[in-house]
């Protein structure tokens, strides 16, 4: 699909009920006017939570040389990478957060006044003792805790602190906890406003396992209004806030930008709206639900089923490493990406390097190891380097389906022990599934450890082969030593009582005039000689054949398949000629020569070791005889 421009959104993770639907608001928007959305994952793949992680410190250009500008989410970024984007000239638009000493247009959901609503409406329902619980270091549930706040103010109510209950996080797990503490308490409150659905849901259940019930014992609101609020039981009173439009004020702030009309910095914000439902104790009138939302919510479980079998076939194609290499990325094929990109950091490049100015995020290389494309035509062509503020690669923003919700991942590719580089895919937006669970997040965490995986396989089998090699192989001159080389007898005899015409030969060596050498130019210098002389013996003998080294200046050739002595002949005729020429040892030519000792398997030997042991015999009688012989 054709764009008139690139935004780039920095997101902790890049879908979810909360930041996916964010995100597919931009995309709507951007979509309407003819632009693309790049969504940048900033967490490490396989992170639990986006408050529990902390902001990451990221601190890569991705895509940067496609991009407009950015739009950046809660807790994606440090305030110094948005402000080397704004330094290199990035306009940057901010959703539900402000950053210090960033300069920059902010939009925000009213937090405050919908909390307000909701405890207006509590107050109407003579509460009098309302709690307030949340994970307070987040900016959101802050500014809905100072709603909170405000409210209570308003109506003439004191502010109790043993009405404050803190969540450790934002999900289901912290609604927990804040259950325990109020039942710890004595039950303080008749009523409470958690900061998110997610926290609300979670202490609904934990009561639904006690003898506290909701509405009667407590009354409960959460904000999100997310769909299992519809769902759960009692059906969860909450604060709307429209995501979507969220998205939508964000991009139109952006385009406003880059038209260079004048846009003041600071928050801008979208209203939120009090939902009430069974939770809160207003009169339960049931499930309202038309045809059209239970065939949407069909729908919707629907793809979640299909969610959960792709992760479950994306799991069993990357544990495979064994049978296929995980770069390739066909592994895609099991999801329903349009196509994807991996680049690895370039070997010998410390990803994190310290940029020259302090202000300026590095700018590491990519290798593109592997791409994807589900229609099947061409890929693009792999091999080449990038600096990865170029990356991905034109051909993969092409693939881009806006209207359709697909839209350009990029996702990082780390585990404790590795930091491997970057992946890229074309695919759905996921906005109903909890964050962090969405597909791109479970496909970098996964091919993270295939690649740890894989990398892991590479070096036992490497390391099986050097110690196979240290087991069987000379170390110095890289011949069979004396555990191959009877390996190999053994194979010559057993083929030699098989078959009555196949015979074998054995010749000892024995280099003349190596200890002058050793003592003339030292040990190293004698090394160098062994080395050269077994290079001429494997050139000498036939393929058929094996040198072997087995100790010191001595070695051993098996001749496998000759006819008596004569057949042995011309393979020992090369072996002597190869000694004929000197050796240049330290550019000082060298003259060696060897004395042979030949037998044949036709001489009845009752063992291979007798056979060696008279090879042996034979080769001190040539050297008695005047050696070279």
């Known amino acids: 699909m054709d764009k008139t421009g690139w935004v780039g959104v920095l997101s902790p993770f890049v879908g979810g009920d909360y930041y996916g639907a964010i995100i597919a608001g931009i995309n709507q928007a951007a979509t309407a006017a003819g632009s693309g959305i790049i969504a940048i994952q900033t967490l490490d793949p396989g992170s639990h939570s986006a408050d529990l992680s902390g902001v990451p410190s990221f601190n890569r250009p991705l895509a940067w040389e496609h991009l407009d500008g950015l739009i950046v989410l809660p807790s994606a970024v440090e305030a110094k990478y948005v402000l080397a984007a704004q330094k290199a000239g990035k306009p940057v638009i901010l959703i539900g957060h402000d950053l210090d000493q960033v300069e920059c247009p902010q939009v925000f959901a009213d937090n405050r006044s919908g909390v307000q609503d909701a405890m207006d409406h509590l107050i109407g329902h003579g509460h009098r003792r309302i709690a307030f619980a949340g994970n307070l270091s987040v900016q959101d549930v802050q500014e809905r805790y100072e709603g909170y706040c405000q409210a209570l103010t308003a109506h003439g109510f004191p502010i109790q602190s043993e009405l404050l209950f803190v969540a450790p996080d934002n999900h289901e797990t912290g609604g927990t906890v804040v259950a325990d503490r109020l039942i710890k308490a004595g039950m303080p409150a008749t009523a409470i406003v958690l900061g998110t659905d997610r926290n609300a849901i979670g202490l609904i259940e934990r009561f639904a396992a006690t003898a506290h019930q909701v509405p009667q014992v407590l009354a409960v609101v959460g904000f999100d209004d997310i769909p299992d609020t519809r769902f759960v039981v009692p059906s969860l009173a909450s604060v709307n806030q429209p995501l979507d439009q969220l998205g939508a004020l964000a991009f139109s702030l952006f385009q406003d930008l880059l038209a ?59 544990l495979r490493t064994h049978e296929r290499d995980p770069r390739q990325l066909t592994w895609l094929s099991s999801t329903p990406a349009l196509g994807g990109c991996l680049g690895l950091w370039r070997e010998g490049v410390e990803p994190t390097g310290v940029p020259v100015d302090p202000d300026d995020v590095p700018d590491p290389w990519v290798n593109l190891v592997g791409t994807f494309r589900a229609d099947g035509a061409p890929v693009l062509d792999v091999g080449g380097s990038m600096p990865v503020s170029e990356f991905p690669p034109p051909g993969i923003l092409a693939l881009t389906d806006g209207p359709a919700g697909d839209i350009v991942f990029l996702v990082p590719v780390r585990t404790e022990s590795h930091d491997w580089g970057v992946l890229s895919a074309v695919g759905r937006i996921q906005d109903t599934t909890p964050p962090g669970r969405e597909m791109m997040n479970h496909a970098g965490a996964l091919l993270g450890v295939a690649l740890d995986h894989d990398t892991m396989l590479r070096a036992l089998m490497e390391q099986e082969e050097r110690l196979r090699r240290a087991a069987l192989y000379d170390q110095l001159t890289g011949l069979p030593n004396r555990a191959l080389l009877f390996d190999r007898l053994h194979q010559a005899q057993h083929r030699a009582s098989r078959q009555a015409d196949h015979h074998f030969a054995l010749m000892f060596l024995d280099l003349d005039g190596f200890k002058a050498v050793n003592d003339t130019f030292g040990h190293a210098a004698g090394d160098q000689l062994l080395i050269h002389v077994a290079q001429r013996l494997s050139e000498a003998i036939r393929k058929s054949d094996t040198a072997a080294r087995i100790g010191g200046d001595e070695f051993v050739v098996l001749l496998d398949g000759v006819d008596g002595p004569d057949g042995a002949q011309p393979v020992l005729e090369r072996i002597q000629s190869s000694f004929t020429a000197p050796i240049l040892i330290n550019g000082q030519p060298v003259a060696v020569g060897a004395s042979i000792g030949m037998v044949l398997s036709t001489q009845g030997y009752s063992s291979l070791e007798e056979m060696l042991r008279y090879a042996d015999t034979a080769m001190y009688q040539a050297k008695v005889a005047g050696r070279s012989r």
């Open 260 to 318: 260079g009309k004048q846009v003041d910095p600071g928050p801008r914000y979208v209203p939120t709206t009090f939902v009430g439902r069974d939770s809160c104790g207003c009169l339960s009138t049931g499930l309202q639900i038309s045809e059209q939302q239970a065939r949407l919510q069909f729908h919707d479980n629907a793809y979640l089923q299909m969610t959960l079998n792709i992760q479950y076939e994306l799991a069993i194609e990357l």
